[in-house]
């Protein structure tokens, strides 16, 4: 599970992604550092994912290997019967319970208008295609300051996530941590950036190190 925080617009997306992984064995337990987000220069799109760890990975990687599409929209056709078949083979090769849910984000410039558009797909509606509205939106839910400046205030709004987290059980917790990441794409181009490290990164590091093997 992550923190996914972004704004977009017609013309441009910021996406920002902790890198926090946490163990499937023991929950909260560190396992790794990792991204979150993928880009995509060819369909100038990028894809992230929350939810099921892993998974929006095996995405990226079916979309670069095995499928021939113009662009968002052309993409956007294929993508919830493609994504139902990849979640239910992923579920049987990782044991991953019935109730476990994924939801895979595409951003990119329409081959058709050469708008920006962001499309959200969730397992727990068949991976339905949906536009989200322009806007401020993430994933899970968090307080945003009432005049927020950008990409500054993303650590602002997932410090708010961490902390409305902080009252879950373990199980259901939402681990968010490791570093800040933020992809603007705009129509010419990408700009990956860290936005600076939670406060506690050099210990969940060296719980990392510490569970290698173990978990």
Not at 19 to 24: G, V
Not at 148 to 160: A, V
């Amino acid at each position: 599970m992550s923190s996914l925080i972004f704004y977009t617009n017609e013309s441009q997306a910021l996406i920002a992604t902790d890198t926090l992984a946490t163990s499937n064995k023991i929950p909260g337990v560190p396992f790794k550092f990792t991204t979150k987000a993928f880009i995509v220069p060819h369909l100038r799109m990028v894809i992230a994912g929350t939810g099921c760890g892993g998974f929006c990975d095996r995405w990226f990687l079916h979309i670069n290997d095995r499928m021939i599409v113009k662009g968002i929209v052309n993409l956007d056709y294929h993508t919830p019967k493609n994504l139902a078949l990849l979640w239910s083979s992923y579920k049987k090769e990782f044991s991953i319970p019935d109730n476990a849910t994924t939801t895979i984000f595409h951003f990119g410039f329409s081959e058709e208008d050469q708008k920006l558009y962001p499309i959200m797909y969730s397992s727990a509606d068949n991976f339905e295609s949906k536009v989200i509205p322009y806007g401020l939106s993430g994933k899970p839910e968090f307080n945003c300051p009432e005049s927020y400046e950008l990409p500054k205030d993303f650590k602002t709004m997932m410090n708010s996530q961490r902390e409305l987290q902080s009252s879950e059980t373990k199980e259901n917790k939402i681990y968010i941590g490791g570093e800040i990441l933020l992809i603007r794409l705009e129509i010419d181009g990408f700009i990956v950036q860290s936005l600076g490290r939670f406060d506690d990164y050099d210990s969940d590091k060296s719980a990392i190190y510490s569970n290698y093997g173990k978990v």
